[in-house]
Structure formats: C-alpha cells, structure tokens
C-alpha cells in the first residue's frame, strides 16, 4: 500500500529533520567556539541526506498510487501537504543544499564574530556569499513553481502568501504608522509629565529572572516536561515539539526585554506543544509557516503579555522573584513605553514593524539585484532615517548586522513577524466576540479558554490549510489590518 510507504518514508525524515533540529539548537547555545567547522560539515551532510529521501523518485510513483487508494480525508490532505512539499523539496538539486548549508553555517559563525565589534568590513564578504546563494535558489524555485522569485523563497516560510497581497497591507501600516509614532510619543510625553517614569530598581541577578521566566511559561501553558529555557545570543524557540529548546537573552539592569522575550518564544513553544501528535511525522502536521507560528509568539507577547489585565495577575509573581513591589501604574508605563531604536528585537509593538518593513523591502531589492551587499548600511541608514528618524551609518553592528536571518541564509522571512502581528490582532478580535471576558479571566491567572480557542482554530490545523485560509476560517475573515491598526491606537493613542 502506498500510503503505508508513504508512512514510513515521513517517519525516516521526520528522524532526520529532529536530529538536524537539536543539533542546530545545541550549536547555538552550548557548542564550544572550536566546534564550529565540524558541526557545518556534520550538519550539511545529514541536511544532504535528508534532501536525497526526500526527493527520492520514488516518492513521486508512491503519491501517484496513493491517490487512487480509498483514503480517510485526513490521510487525503496529508498527501496534499507532502505533494506540495516534494514538489518545493525538488526545486534544489541535493548538492546546492549541502553548498547552501555549509555557506550559511559559516556566514552565521562570522556573524557571531564579527557583530559584537560591528566588524562589516569582515563580514560583508561573507553576506554577499549568502545572497548570491539566494538569488540562486530564487531562481530555481520560481522556474519550477510559476512564482516570483521572491514569492518562491516565501512560500517556503509562509505557504499561501505573496507579496501582490502582502505589499497594500503593509504600504498602508507603513503610512499609518510613520504618522502615528509621533502621536505615540507626544501621548506617553504627556502621561509621564503627570506621573513620571518610577526607575527599575537596576538589579536583576539572572537567576531570578530566569526563575520568573520559568514561572510565566508554565501559568501561559507551556509543558516543561517537553520544553526548556537557556540563553542565546539571539532569541530564538528550536527543537521539536517533544522537546522545544527555547531560548532568551538577560540583562541585569533590567528585567523587561528578557520577560517579554519569553513570553514570545513561549508563545512558539505552545504552538509546537499542541501540534497534532498522531500527524507530527507528516507536513501536515507541522507548524504551518513562519506568519502564522508568529502570530502565536505575539499573541502571548503582546495581546496577553501586554495586556493590563495580564499585569494584574503578574505583579505579585515579579515582587516574589524580583522583589520589585510595584503597582499597576509603577509597571504599565514600562510595558507600553515607546521609543524609537535602532535594534528589531527590543522594539516596541508601536514601532516594530517598521523594522520589519524596512528588511522587507531591502531584502526584496537585494534578491533582485537593485541593491548589492557593499552597498547596504547606505541603504539601511536612509531607510531608518525616513521611517524612524534614526542614524545607522556609523553602527552595523546595531544596523544591518544585528539580525541573524540574513546569515543564515534566512530570505523572504521577515514579512512574517508584522504579518504575525497583524493576524494576532485578529484572532483576539475574534476571541472577544466569543468570550467577552476573556481580561477577567487572564486577570487572574486562567488562560483555559484563549488556550482553547486557540487549540481548536490554530494549534490543532497544522498545515492542513494554507495560511490564509487558516486565518479565514480562525477568524471569518480575511487578513485585516485594521484589527492591528484599532488595537494600537487604543492603547497608545489619544
């Protein structure tokens, strides 16, 4: 039978994919520096093997026969989802994904070299490997799936979207949002003339914080029976689902940047806990995309991590690990402060898609050849300098080196974490309209029915549905700026 074939053909990947999983986790977090060249060798064989079953001509005879097989419609979609992914898998010959393997990994290590002195002179030749890579892959991809070369690599991130659709939305936050930070700022200007900021006590040992950390995940849902919080130079939630390595970064003057961090990465662990189990070998039983995984780290982030009520439940666990006694009107004008930066990850919700925007176009010209590597800070710095009013010339660390993405060969990802703002922001819409309540509820520590509503409308759909029919079917709509758009402006405007 071939969907049996098929059956085991997934499980052999699916072993591959957790072994290539932990071993890119470990290599950001615990591998010692002289590790390095021997993991990119290690990883980009096994990266080559899994590209050789998985593009075995054999699959294409087994999906061919298991069509004509009397199939549950579960099992249909699964072989929707695998042909879908074959197909993407066959654009790349089994030797270019070894290549683009080795030549990321090694960029990625510079990277890590080179950013804490904003060293571009050092890395900028390695960059410019990356992105010949990727115009390469571009390339090959869009011969084969009928698409633009940039919607080609953005299909392997965030199946279903595409920049026709994708560019009003944004052109439009774009507008409204160059306006409205200054609105922003003159509001929180004057609030803070009533009742100035109360300073942080500045001393946060990182044990503590990593015990309230800890602390915050498991009151949200998160399983630490299949999931573990360490440090990384940059935030990220790897692993498996039965056992997500999530990550975050400390400061001890400061205990913010590090909470909200892991309520976000905690927000992607959920959604890989709550995957269907009895699918998690098959594509479509896996995360959907990059949009829609973001969708949930932000929900967690900012509609519940942001959320006054949240605070209100929160308080009390911070005075017990941080001995800082706060009151709502201490901590809430940190939570929603807004200030204008140069670095994406410490952004506020206010400003953060601007950075977005920002590698978003500059990615698509570089894909393109409208803009080479050398020629980058320029173009970042007169980016910043009209959507933010920021200067980056002079910083690369803090400009266009301080992402990992670009390094590891990350192109036509980025859209995903506004467009995961923007999709958060609906699905709260539409949690509100069945549970009125939902901030009394938060208010006082029980997540159980956002959980489920999430669990029934996201977790549980996998990739049985494209993106946007995901968040169609979640919210009774299509992608709707002005969900994002209202919530901002209830919360920071005037």
Not at 308 to 320: E, K, Q, S, Y
């Amino acid at each position: 039978m071939s969907f049996a074939k098929l059956d085991e053909h997934c499980r052999a990947l699916s072993a591959l994919d957790h072994a290539l999983s932990i071993l890119g986790t470990d290599e950001a977090t615990n591998m010692a520096p002289g590790g390095g060249e021997s993991r990119a060798e290690a990883m980009a064989t096994l990266s080559g093997m899994y590209h050789r079953q998985a593009t075995d001509p054999q699959v294409r005879d087994w999906l061919d026969a298991a069509e004509a097989e009397d199939l549950s419609a579960e099992q249909k979609i699964a072989i929707g989802e695998l042909e879908r992914s074959y197909i993407n898998m066959t654009c790349l010959p089994s030797d270019f994904v070894e290549r683009k393997m080795r030549t990321s990994m090694k960029s990625e290590q510079l990277w890590r070299k080179a950013r804490p002195g904003g060293d571009w002179d050092v890395f900028q030749p390695a960059l410019a490997d990356v992105v010949a890579m990727m115009r390469e892959e571009a390339a090959m991809r869009a011969e084969v799936l009928g698409l633009e070369p940039y919607d080609a690599l953005m299909e392997q991130f965030d199946p279903g979207n595409r920049t026709a659709a994708i560019n009003p939305v944004f052109s439009e936050l774009k507008t409204f949002l160059v306006d409205f930070v200054p609105e922003a700022l003159s509001v929180q200007e004057e609030k803070l003339a009533k009742r100035p900021l109360k300073a942080l006590s500045g001393d946060y040992p990182v044990e503590r914080q990593k015990a309230l950390g800890l602390a915050m995940m498991q009151a949200v849902g998160f399983d630490m029976n299949h999931g573990s919080l360490s440090v990384s130079d940059h935030p990220f939630c790897g692993g498996v689902p039965s056992d997500v390595r999530m990550t975050t970064r400390y400061r001890t003057d400061e205990f913010l940047s590090a909470l909200m961090g892991i309520l976000h990465e905690t927000g992607h662990g959920l959604y890989e806990q709550n995957l269907p189990k009895q699918w998690s070998h098959w594509p479509s039983g896996k995360a959907r995309g990059m949009s829609i995984h973001e969708s949930q780290s932000l929900f967690v982030e900012k509609q519940i991590g942001r959320n006054p009520a949240f605070w209100r439940f929160a308080l009390p666990l911070v005075d017990a690990h941080l001995k800082e006694s706060w009151t709502m009107e201490d901590i809430l004008p940190h939570v929603h402060q807004v200030n204008r930066g140069k670095i994406r990850v410490d952004a506020d919700e206010v400003t953060y898609p601007l950075h977005v925007i920002l590698r978003y176009e500059l990615e698509q010209d570089l894909l393109s050849g409208r803009l080479e590597v050398k020629d980058l800070p320029e173009a970042w710095d007169a980016r910043m300098q009209a959507s933010l009013g920021i200067a980056t010339l002079d910083d690369p660390k803090n400009g266009p080196m301080q992402d990992v993405h670009w390094p590891s060969g990350s192109f036509g990802y980025f859209p995903s974490y506004t467009l995961g703002a923007l999709m958060a922001a609906q699905q709260w819409a539409a949690i509100l309209k069945t549970n009125p309540d939902v901030d009394k509820q938060i208010a006082v520590g029980d997540f159980d029915q956002v959980n489920a509503w999430r669990r029934d409308n996201i977790w549980s759909k996998a990739s049985t549905a494209s993106t946007p029919e995901i968040l169609r079917n979640a919210t009774g709509e299509a992608l709707n700026p002005a969900h994002f758009i209202a919530h901002l402006k209830a919360r920071y405007g005037k």
